[in-house]
């Protein structure tokens, strides 16, 4: 079955940089779009980002424009997200999503890893 | 951006009632090119990832139970969960993939009455 794990979550101060990491397994990986989507404490589902199949597209919401980045190896399942400059308003879980159907669709969901940025 | 706003923000039902919530979007979500609708329902329980439900504004996922039914035109939807279980006690959320950003609604939390 379709399988993801996030992980590289913790606690970092602003300014810092993180890196996240989505391991895929139970499907053919380079078929498929991955999405980062985020959940702040408490609150609504953020789209965060989408990286192709084959990782020659990215796209991004406007506040993480210039901040995250992402690649993907396809020979190891797996997509990362690097995130640079890190703001308390980044602070959330991040989940990684497989697409579906349509690329832009969130058919798999990890299980998320939590962001913290304070000093 | 496309900005989704589902209504209400709670209700609560009495088990093996109908919960109907609503969701709009700022402008329409129908492609011509294949008149589908990009709109999907998914539910988030407590300390879990969201679950996909509906996509395709009406196509229920594999596995989803038949009592999740999804309608709407171009920019009005609507979810419903008919005969609410106990286990339907969630947040569910809209989402429009027809562009990016991709967006979703502010939630809908449902509760047993």
């Known amino acids: 079955q379709v399988q993801l794990v996030e992980s590289g979550g913790g606690v970092v101060q602003p300014g810092r940089s993180l890196r996240l990491s989505c391991a895929a397994s139970g499907f053919t990986f380079p078929d498929y779009g991955i999405h980062w989507v985020r959940q702040a404490p408490g609150k609504g589902l953020e789209w965060v980002a989408l990286i192709s199949y084959d990782g020659n597209n990215q796209y991004c919401t406007d506040s993480v424009k210039g901040r995250f980045t992402l690649s993907r190896d396809n020979s190891k399942n797996m997509v990362f997200l690097q995130m640079n400059n890190l703001r308390a308003e980044d602070t959330a879980v991040y989940y990684c999503?497989?697409?579906?159907?349509?690329?832009?669709?969130?058919?798999?969901w990890g299980q998320g890893t939590l962001v913290i940025v304070s000093s | 951006d496309i900005v989704m706003t589902q209504s209400p923000d709670s209700l609560a039902v009495s088990l093996g009632e109908r919960a109907t919530i609503n969701c709009r979007s700022s402008q329409s979500v129908l492609h011509s090119s294949n008149n589908k609708k990009y709109l999907a329902w998914y539910q988030q329980k407590p300390g879990q990832p969201p679950k996909l439900l509906i996509y395709w504004a009406s196509t229920r996922e594999s596995g989803v139970p038949d009592r999740f039914s999804g309608s709407g035109s171009g920019t009005d939807f609507t979810l419903t969960i008919s005969g609410l279980q106990a286990e339907d006690v969630a947040v569910y959320y809209c989402?429009?993939?027809?562009?990016?950003?991709?967006?979703f609604g502010g939630g809908t939390k449902v509760e047993i009455k």
């Open positions: 999503a497989k697409s579906g159907e349509s690329k832009n669709l969130f058919q798999h």
């Open positions: 989402q429009q993939y027809y562009n990016t950003p991709l967006t």
